[in-house]
């Protein structure tokens, strides 16, 4: 992609008001062109210049310094918006690399306002090295990703422009990442949650984008009791859903208004039996309150709520299974796991999604017969058993076998290395990607159970990290088994959690990992 500097100089607007973003009104129709505006839609908003304006060309760039801004930085950002052609020539930003190797990797994300953006990446030569106007996880989306293993040293050029400066404003993130990891957190779980959401689906109240885009189910599940939500993960992923969090007794706010946001394009067709939006609730009353379900029903974009449950883990992970069945092109496998080991179950879902496989659970010396009987009933063939002899016996094994079942075990030591060894069974059997990987605790469930997802759309597995440290079996993975980090082209990782969850000593060893694991390649 050869290219040279393409603005030099610009004029820079300056609008002192901020005002909210309109929101559409129904009977709006779909964009006919991707990077059109949806019919009927007039600018709505005005934005203030960002703080780093003038940042409109190299010689006014804001300079990114690590040792201020840190190896990975986010910044609020603005686009003012114009019909009449006037260019505010983007926003640029200077980035020095030290080492041959370094990864640059630049996301933008959608705030507000009627956005699409553009990436370019140039290096000190004004040659353009990198470009994207879509991002390749979130390809449905608007927002842009350009990923760079940097082949010399020296000062490189982001330059963050609209698709079309003929445009409405917006408002958007510019995300920048010198290595090969971006941390995605909130506050508590159900905001890590929402985070998690809103990067695989950032558009959903995006004027420009049009009508009908959002997930394809919403998965709410007890942010408490982490049984239920590991079943889910898969009916999340296959649906190319979302899973959301929630207090047993009633409706967490980051979940009500992640609900309400990822429906809103939903809902401007204005006919809802185009885009139903239908939120399954995991588990029985007591794991989600039957007051959660109502306060779910009330919102105004949510159509239908159906709950998945059984008289114990195990029956709902079956009627998990059975909706995931009626819903989606299942195959003759299954994964099993220990109902109360969270951690080999949590590795297993996005390998058991690329496999086409629910996620059953069993006791530790023995299968429940409501789990035979779903895999009876469904024509499984083939069982993966996740975990070490620890957390499911031999006597299973025996158990299935005797059933007439083709049965192989998936385990390491500890739940460190069972989520390498899954890992490897998705890349090696199921077109899983080994570049890749998403990285969450170890230690604590919480912010980890709505990961799931992000490895449907990424191909990438889910490792597991203590918290203190990088787990060596994480290095393992990459320097001995993969020999490299980073989608050469395309992205990096994605850490979920915050530092309570994954410290920051061990969020810096891996987004570093390149260091080592990236050697003559």
Same mark, same amino acid.
């Given at each position: 992609m050869a290219g040279s500097w393409r603005k030099t100089a610009a004029i820079v607007a300056v609008v002192a008001l901020m005002a909210a973003l309109a929101v559409p009104s129904t009977g709006i129709a779909a964009t006919s062109a991707k990077h059109a505006p949806a019919k009927a839609l007039t600018p709505a908003a005005v934005y203030a210049a960002d703080a780093y304006e003038p940042d409109d060309s190299t010689a006014t760039a804001h300079v990114y310094n690590p040792a201020v801004d840190g190896n990975t930085w986010t910044s609020a950002r603005t686009f003012h918006g114009t019909y009449d052609g006037v260019d505010d020539g983007g926003d640029w930003v200077k980035i020095t690399i030290d080492a041959t190797g370094t990864p640059i990797w630049v996301e933008t994300e959608y705030v507000s306002g009627q956005y699409d953006t553009t990436l370019y990446l140039y290096d000190s030569e004004g040659t353009q090295v990198a470009y994207s106007d879509d991002h390749p996880f979130w390809s449905d989306s608007y927002s842009s990703a350009v990923?760079?293993?940097?082949?010399?040293?020296?000062?490189?050029?982001?330059?963050?422009?609209?698709?079309?400066?003929?445009?409405?404003?917006?408002?958007?993130?510019?995300?920048?990442?010198?290595?090969?990891?971006?941390?995605?957190?909130?506050?508590?779980?159900?905001?890590?949650?929402?985070?998690?959401s809103k990067l695989m689906w950032d558009n959903t109240t995006n004027p420009w984008y049009g009508t009908g885009y959002g997930p394809g189910c919403i998965v709410v599940a007890s942010g408490t009791n982490p049984a239920d939500a590991l079943a889910g993960g898969v009916l999340a992923s296959m649906l190319d859903g979302i899973v959301l969090l929630t207090n047993p007794t009633s409706l967490s706010p980051e979940a009500a208004a992640e609900i309400q946001r990822v429906s809103e394009s939903l809902r401007w067709a204005g006919d809802p039996t185009q885009y139903p939006v239908k939120v399954y609730v995991l588990g029985g009353p007591g794991a989600v309150s039957d007051a959660v379900v109502t306060q779910i029903e009330a919102l105004e974009n949510v159509d239908e709520v159906e709950r998945l449950a059984g008289g114990n883990r195990f029956e709902t992970a079956v009627a998990i299974a059975d909706e995931l069945s009626q819903e989606t092109m299942i195959g003759t496998? !299954?994964? *099993?796991?220990?109902?109360?080991?969270?951690? %080999?179950?949590?590795? $297993?879902?996005? /390998?058991?999604?690329?496999?086409? +496989?629910p996620v059953l659970m069993t006791n530790v010396a023995s299968v429940?017969?409501?789990?035979?009987?779903?895999?009876?009933d469904w024509g499984v063939t083939d069982i993966y058993i996740v975990g070490g002899t620890g957390v499911v016996s031999d006597d299973v094994v025996t158990q299935l076998e005797g059933e007439g079942y083709s049965v192989e075990r998936v385990s390491g030591d500890n739940r460190y290395e069972t989520a390498v060894?899954? !890992?490897? *069974?998705?890349?090696?059997?199921?077109?899983? %990607?080994?570049?890749? $990987?998403?990285? /969450?605790?170890?230690?604590?469930? +919480?912010?980890?159970?709505?990961?799931?997802?992000?490895?449907?759309?990424?191909?990438?597995?889910?490792?597991?990290?203590?918290?203190?440290?990088?787990?060596?079996e994480v290095i393992d993975h990459f320097v001995d088994y993969w020999g490299w980090i980073g989608e050469e082209e395309w992205s990096g990782c994605y850490v979920i959690g915050g530092p309570g969850a994954v410290s920051g000593t061990t969020y810096a060893q891996f987004r570093d990992l390149w260091k080592t694991a990236n050697v003559g390649k």
């Open positions: 990923y760079y293993d940097s082949t010399v040293p020296g000062d490189y050029y982001v330059e963050a422009d609209p698709y079309d400066f003929d445009s409405p404003a917006f408002a958007y993130k510019l995300h920048i990442t010198v290595g090969d990891a971006r941390r995605v957190w909130g506050a508590n779980r159900y905001a890590t949650a929402a985070a998690v496998t !299954a994964f *099993l796991v220990n109902g109360y080991a969270w951690a %080999d179950a949590l590795a $297993a879902a996005p /390998v058991a999604s690329y496999a086409s +496989a429940p017969q409501s789990t035979l009987d779903w895999l009876e060894a899954l !890992a490897q *069974l998705g890349i090696e059997e199921f077109e899983m %990607d080994g570049n890749v $990987a998403t990285l /969450v605790s170890g230690e604590t469930f +919480a912010d980890a159970l709505a990961a799931a997802p992000i490895s449907w759309w990424t191909s990438g597995p889910l490792l597991l990290t203590k918290n203190a440290s990088l787990s060596p």
